[in-house]
């Protein structure tokens, strides 16, 4: 079971890793444009982490008779998820290296601009731009980017993980009927 979680976590954060790796080039190497980027990112965290389904199935059938608890499910894809979230982290830190400066600056302004949009009173608009700057100093410690970084995505294996050990949770090996 421990080979199953290992490489399957392996798997999903190789995907979401080179997925990440892959559009952080992109986006280097073409116009900055952040409307969707956290659509895309989510899409590529479902896509990655959903091999924790398949990873409870595999065990549930192969390694446990058919029958698993939700406990178990859940341990089993919470490990996964670890492993995913780190290695996505990770991959943000070598992305980071590489146009982490210039990434932040377009993140920032992104959100000068919402909140110009929002009608805020000029008081209001500082307030919350200040707040924004605490937190993009912050960032600039690896320990609390690598943080921040692993509480974007693992919530996303959290809810995959309960969603997929309660579809497939099993008290009890049914054989199969014959007619």
């Known amino acids: 079971m421990k080979k199953i979680i290992i490489i399957y976590g392996l798997i999903s954060g190789t995907i979401v890793g080179g997925l990440m790796l892959g559009t952080m080039a992109y986006y280097q190497s073409h116009e900055w444009n952040l409307e969707n980027g956290h659509l895309l990112g989510y899409t590529t965290m479902v896509i990655a982490l959903s091999v924790v389904f398949v990873a409870i199935k595999s065990v549930r059938d192969k390694h446990l008779g058919g029958a698993i608890t939700f406990w178990k499910g859940c341990q089993i894809g919470l490990l996964i998820t670890l492993i995913a979230s780190v290695m996505y982290a990770l991959s943000w830190e070598v992305s980071y290296r590489n146009i982490g400066d210039e990434f932040v600056e377009k993140m920032k302004s992104s959100y000068v601009e919402d909140l110009k949009a929002e009608g805020l009173t000029e008081a209001e608009f500082q307030t919350k731009k200040a707040e924004m700057e605490a937190i993009w100093e912050s960032y600039q410690n690896p320990i609390v980017r690598f943080g921040y970084t692993l509480l974007e995505i693992f919530p996303v294996g959290l809810i995959l993980t309960l ?17």
Do not use: D, N, Q, V
């Not at 579809?167 to 009890?172: D, I, P, Q, T, V």
């Open 163 to 179: 969603i997929s050990a309660g579809l497939l949770r099993k008290k009890e090996f049914l054989p199969p009927t014959t007619s």
